[in-house]
Each structure stands twice: as C-alpha cells, then as structure tokens.
C-alpha cells in the first residue's frame, strides 16, 4: 500500500466535479467507500484510510459538494441539500470506485451527517454495497439530547431556515461549526432534530420505509465523551434499519487511546480500524 492515496476525479450528473481520495490495500477482499461529516474535507480522514488499507481494506473518501476539491461553493445562487447529495453525488462516488477496484466486497459508510446519508443512500439503493458502518452518527432529534441541551440544540435547529435564507447559506466557518454550507442540506438536518423523523424530507418520500427494508448487516461505533451524538441517537438509527444484524460498540478512552470524543478517532483511528475489521470478518467474510 502506498504512503499517499491516488486522486480519482468524480462527476455528477449536474456537472458537479470532486476528487475522490482512493487508499488501495495490498489484497484484501473488501473496500469501503467513506461519507465525511459535514464541513470536513476528505483529506481529514487519510489516517483512518491508511489503518485500514495496512490492515486489508480499501477504502475510497467522498468529497461532499461544497467542501475540499468541490467546484462547487454554497451561496444564495448555488443551493443543495440530501437529495442532490444522495441521488447525484454518492452514487457518482460509488460507481467511480467500484471501476477503479473492481471484484471487491463494498461497505458504505460515514461519520456523523455522513453516516446518517450512508444509510439514506443505501436504502435508496440497496445494491450499492453489503454492510453499513456507521461512525459517531445517530438520528439527531432533539428529544435525545440531556436536559438544557435539547432545547439549545432544537433552537438553534428553528433559527436555520431563517438564517439561511437570509444570507443565502450557513456561514459556519464564521460561527467555528460545520463549514460555509448549502442552505437546504441545513434546513433537511433541522428538519430532522425538530421532528425526530426522516419522513419531514419531502425532497425523499418514502425514506422511512425504504430503511426498514433495508437488510445489510450495520455496525455501529460511538465515542463516550461525545456530546453530539448521545446513545439514543445512535440506537435510534440502528432500529429504524430494518436488518436485525446490528452490532454497535461505545469506545471509551482506554480503548481508544485517545479522548473519546466526535473527531479526536480521525488522529488515532487504529481502535476503530481494529473493530471494524473485525466485525467484517463476523458478518461479511
């Protein structure tokens, strides 16, 4: 395996270009094709990818529209949300990594926002892989926030369509969370905490029951000093998968090395390379 991952241009329908970050393993049978978090670029995760190709994996990061080598930029003239994400770019994504490394086992994943649209994508379109892996990611209603939190995180949930609306986008390079993002891919994440439910996306009708057919194995892994993503966000999405082979782990500090938090993994990610190889071997060997 090389010390530096191969630049596969992407395109979407729309025109939409990006470059995909593509870490081949020497051998191995399974490639996993990555979603990032919102506002993190795919670079971020090379150290993720390379623990995972050493120990057998291929692994090709998404770049999402917007971020990194995206030529696009959000603004009032330029707006997207899930569904151009879910129905143009994933599967762009997919279909270019699957002909650079043809014959492999393919998993979908994603951190955060990334494994929320991870498992959307798959149940829109369950041939794309045979598994799910989802990494600190959960459905984010507000309800499953502790106390003060829940209403902090669901007001400012309320304030984002009128906030983006107003500037054309959300400037979250100036407020130090997320990034500059699409107006309407933070409307379609408000829905979402406000509500509790996927079916609030009018943009993809039917999205609740397409991820109760879904029938790929998931595993899911949490960190416990991570705020954003409590236990019942996570074990919220797992039970709206309708496959029951679910696994999902909480990694605290002594198992991972590190503060057991919602980035701080992408640094020291052999603990979460190590479990996720594992559970491959269990259920997609």
């Known amino acids: 395996m090389s010390d530096s991952p191969d630049l596969v241009e992407s395109r979407s329908p729309d025109g939409h270009v990006w470059n995909l970050r593509l870490w081949r393993a ?3 049978t399974h490639a996993l094709v990555w979603l ?17 190709g050493r120990r ?4 090709v990061v998404h770049e999402w529209r917007g971020t990194g080598s995206s030529s696009l930029r959000p603004s009032r003239g330029s707006d997207w949300g899930y569904r151009e994400l879910i129905e143009r770019d994933i599967p762009a994504s997919i279909a270019a990594a699957q002909g650079h490394l043809p014959g492999k ?13 991870a498992a959307m994508s798959l149940a829109m379109t369950p041939e794309q892989a045979e598994a799910l892996l989802l990494i600190a990611t959960g459905v984010p209603a507000a309800r499953h926030f502790p106390g003060t939190r829940a209403l902090g995180v669901r007001l400012f949930a309320h304030a984002l369509a009128p906030l983006t609306r107003l500037l054309g986008s959300f400037p979250g390079h100036r407020l130090n969370w997320a990034g ?10 408000a829905s979402t905490v406000t509500s509790g439910h996927y079916r609030q996306l009018q943009t993809l009708p ?4 397409k991820l109760r057919a879904l029938q790929q194995p998931a595993l899911g892994l949490r960190f416990s000093d991570d705020w ?5 966000s996570m074990s919220d999405l797992l039970g709206r998968i309708g496959s029951t082979v679910h696994e999902s782990s909480c990694l605290d500090e002594a198992a991972l090395g590190a503060r057991p938090d919602h980035f701080r993994w992408m640094r020291q990610p052999d603990a979460v390379a190590d479990a996720t190889v594992a559970w491959l ?4 060997p």
Request: no cysteine.
């Open 206 to 209: 039917g999205i609740d029951a």
């Open 281 to 284: 071997a269990r259920h997609v």
């Open 36 to 52: 990032p978090a919102l506002g993190v670029p795919a670079a971020k995760y090379d150290a993720f990818a390379a623990a995972l």
């Open 180 to 189: 500059h993002e699409a107006g309407q891919v933070m409307r379609d994440w």
């Open 228 to 232: 954003l993503v409590p236990a019942n």
């Open 26 to 28: 020497a051998g191995g």
């Open 105 to 117: 086992r393919w998993i979908l994943g994603g951190h955060s926002l990334g494994g929320q649209l």
């Open 56 to 59: 057998g994996v291929s692994v």
